[in-house]
């Protein structure tokens, strides 16, 4: 593909060669001749001056020295957002692979109960169970297993071998990828008198709404009563645990290995690293982000803050604090110093009153 088929397709301004021949797209790190690249984030822009891409996606707004030290030449498409525009061009190069066929695999095992919108995909041995409804256009991949009175919204994705548990609700456009549990027990054991535990019933539900995305191989508990929700446009990482009657909140982003406890309730617009952890029955502003392996035992009441740390802190004072545990060792030192003169002291006094 040309570039300047590429540069009409995103919409941006060649400077240099626009006939030259693009096959590929690439990281600006690992690009070769032939591959078409981009820069966002400024931590890679030493690469410009050394990528080996016959093009590359800059904003508009900024120039770069970098660009001038360049031995060989190379072809720049001006757009607005570099990185939106490498994603349209990931998709061009390297479609997705052949959809799911529409229809009913025949090994599939589908409740006569069940009820199955027209234009819906599903896959090889896949299980339905009694009363759940399937929505328009949706895609369940093979070895997916639905419990009694599942909901699937339409358009929505599920990728193979998922567990969905009885009485869940799936929304519309709703993507979740292999190996996921939906609607496991919740953790609810109550100590006895004789040292044992008794499971407390769980018998509430998973409800997760529209536009939401939840990654390989996490677990969404069901609630002990009620439900545990995942709101509209949330977007979860892979290997996440939700615990049961969690709320969380719009369009919030999760990072993987998270761990949020029961009842705990998280705000929209908000930002986990990887490896969070959550104590439970504690809330979480909106617009809060909490940096990779802080631990947060308590709640979080004021939106728009970033919190980092264990036990987690705001940024700045976190920042502090490690600031000035890295002048430890000299305080240390000089503490130590200190009390050699003390002691030096000391002695010289004793030796002067016994002089006296």
């Given at each position: 593909?040309r ?45 410009l ?9 800059l ?44 229809g ?14 027209e234009?819906t ?61 939906i609607?496991?027990?919740g ?22 709404e ?33 615990a049961?009657n ?7 982003v999760?990072a ?17 690293g ?6 439970g ?9 909490i940096?990779?392996?802080s ?19 705001e ?7 490690q600031?000035?545990v ?22 010289l ?8």
């Amino acid at each position: 593909m040309r570039l300047d088929e590429i540069a009409g397709f995103i919409h941006g301004d060649i400077s240099g060669d626009k006939d030259v021949e693009i096959t590929n797209v690439a990281k600006i790190e690992d690009a070769h001749p032939g591959d078409i690249t981009f820069l966002a984030n400024l931590k890679y822009k030493k690469y410009l001056r050394t990528t080996s891409a016959s093009a590359i996606l800059l904003t508009k707004r900024t120039e770069f020295e970098e660009l001038q030290r360049r031995e060989n030449p190379i072809s720049i498409v001006r757009v607005e957002d570099p990185y939106q525009s490498f994603l349209q061009l990931i998709d061009k190069f390297s479609p997705l692979p052949q959809p799911l066929a529409i229809g009913i695999h025949p090994t599939a095992v589908i409740s006569k109960t069940a009820k199955l919108a027209e234009k819906t995909a599903i896959g090889a041995y896949v299980v339905i169970g009694e009363h759940c409804v399937i929505d328009s256009k949706a895609v369940i991949h093979p070895g997916t297993v639905l419990g009694d009175h599942v909901h699937i919204g339409s358009n929505t994705l599920i990728y193979p071998n998922v567990t969905i548990r009885e009485y869940c609700w799936i929304g519309d456009r709703v993507v979740i990828h292999s190996g996921t549990v939906i609607g496991s027990d919740g953790f609810g054991f109550a100590p006895k008198e004789d040292g044992t535990y008794e499971k407390i019933p769980q018998r509430g539900i998973v409800f997760i709404e529209d536009d939401v995305e939840i990654g390989a191989n996490c677990t969404i508990d069901r609630a002990t009563l009620g439900e545990t929700r995942i709101k509209m446009g949330a977007k979860l990482d892979n290997l996440i645990q939700v615990a049961h009657n969690v709320i969380i909140g719009e369009h919030t982003v999760i990072a993987a290995q998270t761990g949020i406890s029961g009842s705990s309730k998280v705000g929209k617009h908000c930002s986990f690293g990887g490896q969070v952890g959550l104590t439970g029955h504690i809330t979480i502003a909106d617009n809060t982000s909490i940096g990779a392996q802080s631990g947060v035992p308590k709640t979080i009441d004021q939106p728009g803050k970033i919190w980092f740390g264990y036990p987690a802190k705001e940024l700045h004072e976190t920042l502090k604090i490690q600031a000035a545990v890295g002048q430890l060792p000299a305080l240390l030192h000089e503490i130590r110093n200190m009390q050699k003169k003390i002691e030096e002291l000391e002695l010289l006094l004793k030796s002067n009153w016994k002089d006296v």
